[in-house]
């Protein structure tokens, strides 16, 4: 089932923010599911059928990075989401989507910039298996 991540805060206020997981086919109708308190997100889907969210958290520019876990056929049910160990507070976070080129596979590559400014010239890479 095709899906989207959209998001919505209050006056910009980071701490209020609410990341939803929208699903539906392309011209909708779609249902939405909170994923919790998250600024930004990436979903990926490995050939197993699960979805793997990529969540950020924090101050623009400055975020952390959180991880859970869903099922294809069950978007109502995800893990408990997890903080993930960094370097460093994270700018954006990139997913190697089919979307983006990349071939699907049973683990989800992903590279993200350091937190804005000082360490965005600097690029990491992660692996969730």
């Known amino acids: 089932m095709p899906a989207t991540t959209t998001w919505a805060s209050q006056g910009q206020d980071r701490a209020r923010d609410e990341l939803y997981h929208a ?17 930004r997100g990436r979903i990926h889907q490995t050939v197993d059928g699960r979805i793997h969210y990529l969540m950020t958290r924090g101050q623009w520019f400055d975020f952390e990075l959180w991880y859970a876990r869903g ?47 000082g360490h965005t010239n600097k690029v990491y890479y992660g692996r969730v298996k």
């Not at 699903?23 to 600024?39: D, E, I, M, Q």
């Not at 700018?91 to 049973?106: C, E, Y």
């Open 23 to 39: 699903v539906g086919p392309p011209s909708g109708p779609f249902k939405l599911y909170l994923l919790g308190n998250f600024s």
């Open 71 to 117: 099922d294809e056929d069950r978007p109502d049910r995800i893990s408990q989401p997890i903080r993930l160990n960094t370097p460093t507070n994270i700018d954006h976070v990139f997913v190697n989507s089919t979307r983006a080129g990349g071939v699907p596979d049973q683990f989800v590559d992903c590279y993200w910039t350091g937190p804005f400014p």
